[in-house]
């Protein structure tokens, strides 16, 4: 059974940082593109990065773009998204998830697999 896991969300300060991973198992990871999604509190859930399978290629959300990247270690099994100068407007739940099209990442449409969520809380 394919599991998403992820970890180190938490409370930070406005203007701080954060990274959050993703660890993946029972998935050949290699072969799926990752996406990192959040989902602030009376929001729907929203496209924030994802990265293709090789490494080759990222996308990422206007609103986070020169603040959040993302990246991919295939040995580990795990899909990263650093965080730094975090807003108020950062808050929210993110979720990691896999498909084999980074296409379909940033569509949010019929994604493969999701993962529970890490809740990210930024203080102003």
């Known amino acids: 059974q394919v599991q998403l896991v992820e970890s180190g969300g938490g409370l930070v300060q406005a203007g701080g940082s954060l990274r959050l991973s993703c660890l993946a198992s029972?998935?050949?990871?290699?072969?799926?593109?990752m996406g990192w999604f959040r989902q602030a509190p009376g929001k729907e859930r929203e496209f924030v990065a994802a990265?293709?399978?090789?490494?080759?290629?990222?996308y990422y959300a206007d609103s986070v773009k020169g603040r959040l990247t993302i990246s991919r270690d295939n040995a580990k099994n795990t899909v990263y998204l650093q965080m730094n100068s975090l807003k108020p407007e950062d808050t929210a739940v993110y979720y990691c998830?896999?498909?084999?099209?980074?296409?379909?990442?940033?569509?949010?449409?019929?994604?493969?697999?999701w993962g529970k969520g890490t809740l990210v809380t930024v203080s102003s």
């Open positions: 990265i293709s399978w090789n490494n080759l290629s990222r």
């Open positions: 998830a896999a498909d084999q099209s980074a296409a379909t990442l940033r569509l949010m449409h019929d994604i493969d697999y």
């Open positions: 029972s998935l050949t990871f290699s072969s799926y593109a």
